[in-house]
């Protein structure tokens, strides 16, 4: 036991732990992409509707499938509301990627495992999106299974391969219901890579009982929800697929050159401190190349061709579609920790020093709780506190009129959110723009309900209030140029100039 506790493998393993646990829960929930996740797991957990994702009682959220939300959902469900519960899904995502990088290297780069899952650990865009709520880290959990999974079957000691196919493509299924199409890019990648080897017909990628455990986990979902809302089908395949692939309607970076802008700094910066063992490994590709073009080369050089070709078919694949974030590229970042400790290797380069990963780490650290203090505006937290300040009762809604809908507010407040319009226009039939009209939240006539909309915007959303029979109430002063306020009924006059029947009670 002893000698375990001093091992380099153990002090590695409680690093990563620290890693991915340290101050996890203390940062409250940031809008709009972990308010938007949390939020319609919420949903599913409240109404126990875990079918539809809904971003409120009415309106549904169909951008992505269902399987973060269920791990989000499950984790609050099971560690009770909190941001650690939120984020817990997407630590746990880290922690497991290490471990693949730890167990491809085993197999692709024998003798610097440990490296490999350092390399992985470190880099500042894995480990900080194992910090913030999306499904990106998921993502990577599961295409990096399937990748551990094909590894073992192609490069292992040749036993149970039908097992370990099957767990590649549970693998795929999984990523499957994470993301949709993006998760199939490995896929497609180990095609290629199939294809490009003479041994290919004794290592069968497609069999029928892959596409068969593959069905049977990823589709039901999507056949109930398709089943059940006529015109999905069409909004997935035109808006979520083709429209990210060949437009920039999303506004992410579809420009010409808006994959240097996006994936130049994010691959540069985000594989610090590694990128100048990745560069020596890039220059060296075009030989690689050229000398890849006869099959024996191929067969003698089966890693690095795996390596390449799961890292630069899928980034190709994202070079060329016009949505472009930096997280898009997280599930490269496992075959890159192994190149890294490859490259290591070729080098005859010694592993960075613990006092060098441990100062590596501390920064990474500093930097996670420097996010905690951090003044912005996205912080759900600081939101909850002024409303819970300002509104004195508790609160059961927060309606955002015109304004960016802070869906963190469901966590911290228990409350549900809504975004509303005072100009109502046609809207999509899947993913509106906003929730209902002014004058439909106005006539619902909700108790406990808060409402937030832009100082700019305030006399003219006031006006309207009024126009619809209804007084609108400042509640203190105006918060991050925010007015908070409630509405309350104007009591009709009877004929004689009094009042009526006194009105319903403050919303």
Known sequence: ?????????????????????????????????????????????ESGDWLNPRRSDDVGHWTKPPLTYWAIAASIGTFG?????????????????????????????????????????LMPLTFGASQVITADAPLALWTGLALWAYVEARFGPGRHIGAWLALMWAGFALAFLTKGPPALLLLLALAVYDLLLPERRAHRLFTASGLLLFGLLALPW?????????????????????????????????????????????????????????????????????????????????????????????????????????????PLLLPLAVVVARQYAADARPAPRWRFVLAWAAGLLAIKLGAVFWPTHKNAAGWAEAITARAGTPVREIVFVDDMARYGLHLHLGATVERITLTPSPQPAYDPVYDEPLAVELAEREPHVVWITKQALWPQVRAQIARNGYRAIPLGTPYRERVLFRVVPVPALTGDGESGSAPPAPR
């Open 1 to 45: 036991m002893l000698r375990l506790l001093r091992s380099p493998a153990a002090w590695s393993a409680a690093l990563v732990l620290l890693l991915a646990f340290a101050w996890l829960g203390s940062r409250g929930i940031w809008d709009p992409d972990e308010g938007r996740y949390t939020n319609v797991a919420l949903h599913m957990l």
């Open 222 to 330: 999507y056949v109930a929800v398709i089943r059940g809302h006529p015109g999905l089908l069409q909004h997935w395949l035109g808006d979520e697929v083709l429209h990210r692939i060949a437009t920039n309607e999303f506004n992410r970076h579809g420009e010409w050159y808006g994959w240097l802008v996006v994936y130049g700094p994010t691959l540069t910066l985000g594989t610090l401190p590694w990128t100048p063992a990745l560069w020596r490994w890039c220059r060296a590709l075009p030989a690689r190349l050229r000398r890849w073009r006869a099959g024996s080369a191929r067969a003698a050089d089966r890693v690095e061709l795996l390596l390449a070709v799961t890292v630069l078919l899928p980034l190709a694949m994202l070079l060329v579609a016009r949505s472009r974030m930096p997280l898009y590229v997280l």
């Open 81 to 121: 509301y909190s941001p650690w519960a939120a984020r817990l899904p997407g630590a746990l995502a880290y922690l497991a990627c290490v471990f693949f990088a730890w167990r491809l290297a085993r197999r692709l780069a024998p003798g610097q495992e440990r490296l490999a899952a350092l390399a992985y650990a």
